[in-house]
């Protein structure tokens, strides 16, 4: 199981996202639809469970492509921490964001992290752990 801190992901480049939050969880969820037949090199092999969580004015974005989306109605970080806790326990879970608090907080749940840059092409800061 991946989860996909979709606010921290988009957040890692400056193209413009801001403008359009839902159009750009929409655009990453597009992106990691090929992570859900291929995996993640040398970090999950496939197949895996995708799923973004989205929040505030992404909110409602589908799910699509092999790629399950999670509105959060409140914090997208209490969400992930809440999807580790009753879905990750006994599977490899890996979270990829670069919060530091949240990193913290899925880890001691058991979950691996990676950074941003493992789905964005190198493009993000953070890198695998």
Known sequence: MVIVDAANV????PDGWWRDRRGAAQRLRDALAQYAGTGLPELVAPPLEMVLVVE????GVASAGGVRVVS???SGDDRIVQLVAEEG????CLV?????????RVQALGARVTGPRTVRGGRGRGGAS
């Open 10 to 13: 988009v957040g890692s480049v």
């Open 56 to 59: 505030g004015a992404a909110r």
């Open 72 to 74: 959060a109605e409140g």
């Open 89 to 92: 326990r006994g599977r490899d």
């Open 96 to 104: 990829v964001t670069a919060d530091r608090g949240l990193r913290e």
